[in-house]
């Protein structure tokens, strides 16, 4: 007898039969959703290993940072290579580069005086000091500071050399300490320890030489808990007579809360404050600024008005001579800033220049240097479109000539060569086909001829010039080239050393594709921009992704990473692993581009480049049509975090999900110089209508609110303000407060699950993996 008949044409198949081709089909069903789907547990175990802590562990040699030693052109730095950690020696001059001492014998002698087995290649301190003409160096290992001979290896612990203390200030010449007692100032020579009292009038919080801070938290309920550690605040004259500081008036000070549910310990809430004058507001806390002559003992007020907190930006700067002083005077909204001299003996002024705007004077770029004895000085402006240099008379206030000119952006003042009459700085947006966020360093004469590219590579730059002026060490990459790290010399530019190149190749094995930097015109069709998209590392161009925009718009900021390390250490890259592509893109109003491009933000910050965002993912789905823009979410931190949420308000028919966390989302709420530098002062109506609770009525989309409960940079009553207006709206949305989390919310494992979760079950569709653990960072 046939044991497994062939089934008979034109007969229905038995149960049995039925059975094994539904159990195929959902063993076929079930292998295709493994093989296509996306948001699943192994996703989350790929994204969870390119968190910033993971993806450090696979990349080495990505960074020189100069250690330089005294004043000269020599320096060490830390090399993190496969094998483990060296420290490396520079001789600049001598262009040579080796071991800074031998590893393994410094790791015998650890071994021989502590009795623990140290290896070469992992040796327990992370910072020396060359001493005795870097004959030795001195390390902390635990409790010890110890100090090795070079030649010898012989090993012995000495006296750390103490730290100043930060309560009190020693002059220049080492004669004279100033310190605070009682609210007023004091001195005491260091020669004789006798004390002389500067002051008689302060009070509590009306006292002299206290630094006026943003961010101190005082707690209410516990004031025993309290630490005072407020710094002195003076700066002594060059030649040690004098000294200069402020008086701060605090009585009227304002104050922002934060109420802690878990204490570490007991059960009673805590509540904390913090002083925070707001936008808008009259009754702030007032700064005025007096010298004091060391050896009269005389007081003397410089005639300037009190400023406000809002637009105080520390003491007086004293100039070489010590009988001059300069400082910045703003006007409130940021409008205006006048350069003013002072007289060290009369405490009189004189406005040397003023820079004003219609719209605001960015505080970023906003400085000034001095050479040919102070003279001369260079001023930075973005008066004629760009941010340039300005060559003026200091007596006159005369403008002698604009320095820098054309379509590009002068970053950062290097090094002045005053003999030769040149100047080193750092520009972007000069070279033709760049990204024109590219930092790139120039020499040019101080009449302005002669410009002069001395880093070729098409790369984003980063600099560190040696002290005595002859020496920068370059370390450049971009998102998508690994980095190289190379000693130049500063005149002409020209490669002395190749230092480091990044060994990626553990990054490349877990399956890294470098992120695509892409350039997209705004919304206006004429203005590029430039973003990066990330894409997942088992990306497949046959199938349709959902698209989430990492936003931050701040226009003090570019979010768009340029660099290679911030292209890989980020949270665009973990996201787009659970099956999303992931853009980020810098709109019309952020920084570090032309004026005009700029003040497209003021009194426009509710705008977040968000038709621009837009725009530009309708040209890269063009290109790329794997991009499913029927599935577009966003998310953000601070101003990205209103942004967030700004976008779900403004653009329900584009933006279906978005994770805004701590978010600024009212700007009457924040601290009041940033809204004010770009919303303008007084607050006007501008200010609600961009308000996220103005707008709240207009949620269509999936909202989650993260916001930490001790964040006194953005506080969490923005957040549970804007969800107490959703509920009055009778909107669905989520909300989670993280106890006794800052403003810091990046690496917090709950926050970066919750957010994967959100946007996976919403923008996927599909369930996410239950209470994944993400084991990289601590659940505090």
């Known amino acids: 007898m046939e044991r497994n008949p062939k089934p008979q044409k034109g007969k229905i198949m038995g149960l049995k039969d039925s059975r094994f081709w539904i159990v195929l089909l959902f063993v076929w069903v079930a292998i295709g959703s493994q093989l296509f789907a996306q948001g699943t547990f192994e996703d989350y175990k790929r994204a969870e290993k390119f968190l910033t ?69 992992a040796l327990p301190f992370d910072e020396i000091t060359f001493i005795d003409s870097c004959q030795s160096i001195q390390f902390d290992v635990d409790t010890l500071h110890l100090q090795c001979n070079l030649k010898s290896y012989q090993l012995k612990e000495v006296q750390k050399e103490e730290k100043p203390n930060p309560k009190e200030s020693k002059s220049p010449d080492g004669k004279w300490i100033a310190f605070v007692r009682d609210h007023n100032l004091f001195i005491k020579s260091t020669d004789s320890g006798k004390e002389f009292q500067l002051t008689h009038n302060g009070v509590e919080k009306y006292d002299y030489a206290t630094p006026i801070s943003w961010y101190k938290i005082i707690n209410e309920s516990n004031p025993e808990l309290n630490k005072d550690d407020s710094e002195i605040d003076v700066a002594w004259s060059p030649d040690s007579k004098k000294l200069v500081t402020s008086k701060v008036d605090r009585r009227k000070a304002k104050k922002l809360y934060l109420y802690q ?49 809002v637009v105080a930006w520390g003491n007086p700067t004293w100039m070489k001579n010590s009988e001059k002083l300069w400082m910045y005077k703003w006007k409130r909204g940021y409008w205006k800033v006048e350069l003013l001299e002072i007289d060290a003996n009369t405490g009189k002024t004189r406005t040397v220049l003023v820079e004003q705007s219609d719209t605001f004077v960015d505080v970023a770029y906003t400085e000034v240097k001095f050479l040919q004895g102070e003279k001369e000085f260079i001023w930075m402006s973005e008066r004629d479109g760009w941010n340039h240099l300005y060559l003026y008379e200091w007596a006159t206030g005369k403008l002698k000539n604009q320095i820098t000119k054309g379509k590009f952006f002068a970053r950062e003042i290097i ?49 560190s010039l040696s002290p005595d002026k002859k020496f920068i060490v370059d370390n450049y990459s971009r998102v998508n080239l690994p980095p190289k790290a190379l000693l130049r010399n500063l005149h002409d530019g020209k490669m002395i050393l190749e230092l480091e190149e990044a060994d990626i190749q553990d990054l490349l094995a877990k399956g890294y594709h470098f992120p695509e930097p892409f350039k997209v015109k705004a919304r206006d069709g004429k203005t590029d921009l430039y973003g990066v998209i990330f894409r997942p590392t088992h990306f497949d161009p046959n199938k349709k992704y959902p698209v989430i925009d990492g936003t931050y718009s701040g226009p003090q900021a570019v979010r768009t990473p340029k660099s290679f390390r911030r292209g890989l250490r980020n949270s665009d890259q973990p ?89 600024n989302h009212d700007h009457q709420m924040a601290k009041a110089w940033w809204p004010e530098l770009w919303m303008g002062f007084p607050v006007e109506d501008h200010y609600v209508e961009q308000s996220n609770i103005t707008l709240a009525k207009n949620l269509k989309g999936k909202l989650l609110l993260v916001h930490g409960d001790m964040d006194n940079n953005v506080n969490p009553a923005s957040s549970l303000r804007l969800a107490g207006e959703l509920i009055k709206q009778n909107k669905d949305f989520e909300l989670v407060i993280i106890p006794n989390r800052n403003h810091s919310l990046v690496t917090h494992p709950y926050f970066t699950r919750k957010r994967w979760d959100f946007f996976v079950k919403h923008l996927l569709g599909v369930e996410p993996p239950p209470e994944y653990f993400i084991k990289s960072y601590e659940y505090k």
């Not at 003999?419 to 760049?434: D, H, I, P, S, T």
């Open 415 to 463: 090094s002045i060569d005053e003999k030769n009459r040149q100047l080193y700085f750092v520009g972007a947006g000069r070279e033709e086909g760049r990204d024109p966020y590219y930092r790139h360093f120039y020499r040019i004469n101080l009449d302005g001829s002669d410009l002069t590219l001395l880093t070729e590579e098409n790369a984003e730059h980063d600099f």
């Open 53 to 121: 802590k993971n993806v450090d562990s696979l990349i080495f040699k990505t960074y020189v940072e100069p250690h330089w030693i005294d004043k000269t052109s020599q320096f060490w730095y830390q090399n993190k290579t496969r094998e483990g950690k060296t420290f490396i020696f520079v001789n600049s001059k001598q262009a040579l580069k080796k071991r800074a001492f031998d590893h393994q014998q410094l790791a015998a002698s650890l071994t021989e005086l502590t009795g623990k087995t140290y290896k070469e290649l």
């Open 261 to 309: 549910s878990m204490p570490d310990s007991g059960y009673r809430a805590h509540v904390h404050s913090y002083e925070r004058a707001l936008p808008g507001e009259t009754d702030l806390t007032m700064e005025e600024f007096y010298i004091f002559d060391v050896y009269s003992k005389k007081q003397i007020r410089i005639d300037v008005k009190p400023l406000s907190s």
């Open 575 to 663: 996201l787009a692993e659970l099956g999303f592509i992931v853009i980020t893109i810098d709109g019309l109003g952020t920084a570090k581009r032309s004026k005009k491009f700029h003040n497209f933000s003021y009194k426009n910050l509710g705008d977040i480049g968000c038709d621009d965002h837009i725009a530009g993912m309708k040209q890269l789905a063009k290109k790329y049509p794997y991009m499913d823009l029927t599935r577009v979410g966003i998310y953000g931190h601070s101003a990205g975090g209103y942004d967030a949420a700004h976008a779900l308000l403004i653009r329900p028919d584009f933006y279906k999900v978005g994770v805004a966390s701590a978010g």
